[in-house]
């Protein structure tokens, strides 16, 4: 009996051991949901202003002259505060219009329709801030500062930038991007880098 039980053991075994199941395959997962938009593309879709695209070197030079000119309106203000107008000409000078400025702002706006004539307006504003101050009339100085602020206040309002690579660029402006040591960051060879 012995025997007939283990023969009978092995049997059950190999005979589990060898069987294939026959129920249906677990169900495979659903296919993942379209990957969701990330954060950044979420925000420029809900930004309705109207894009200044810029290679990157562009739009960290831009940058770097928005920071330049607060720094300019600050130490307008501070002179200002201390009746100082020669330095309130010669803040005003970091900001006002120049033919080089011209010509920064035209190349940056080059392929956003209407930003360099509203860029320009900005510098050109700006020089009334250093008329006033020659003249040492306070309130004319502060009305001219109240009207360049407006200027800044607006085209922060409509424009936006984008960075684009440079076959981007050059498709949307017919022109080649500023020449520059990409790779160190050396911009002194470009003339539109120059201009400040």
């Known amino acids: 009996m012995n025997r007939a039980l283990i023969g009978m053991l092995l049997f059950v075994m190999c005979g589990a051991g060898c069987y294939e199941s026959t129920a249906p395959a677990a169900p495979s997962p659903p296919p993942a949901p379209p990957s969701a938009p990330s954060a950044m593309d979420a ?8 894009p200044v695209p810029l290679v990157p070197m562009m739009a960290e030079h831009q940058k770097q002259q928005m920071r330049n000119h607060l720094a300019a309106v600050q130490e307008i203000v501070a002179a200002l505060a201390k009746n100082d107008f020669p330095r309130v000409e ?7 219009y120049s033919d080089s400025m011209a010509q ?5 706006g080059a392929a956003a329709p209407g930003f ?8 050109k504003t700006a020089d009334r801030i250093g008329v006033a101050a020659k003249k040492k009339d306070r309130a ?5 500062l109240d009207a360049t602020l407006s200027t800044c206040v607006a085209c922060h309002s409509a424009y936006k930038q984008q960075v684009v690579d440079e076959a981007t660029w050059t498709k949307l402006t ?17 003339p539109m880098m120059q201009a400040h």
């Open 90 to 96: 010669e803040a005003t000078k970091k900001i006002g």
């Open 174 to 190: 017919s022109m080649a991007p500023p020449a520059a040591d990409h790779a160190s960051g050396d911009h002194s060879s470009c």
């Open 116 to 123: 360099t004539p509203t860029a320009i307006s900005f510098h």
């Open 43 to 50: 925000a420029a879709k809900m930004d309705s202003r109207t």
């Open 140 to 144: 004319a100085v502060l009305a001219a």
């Open 104 to 108: 920064m702002c035209t190349h940056m």
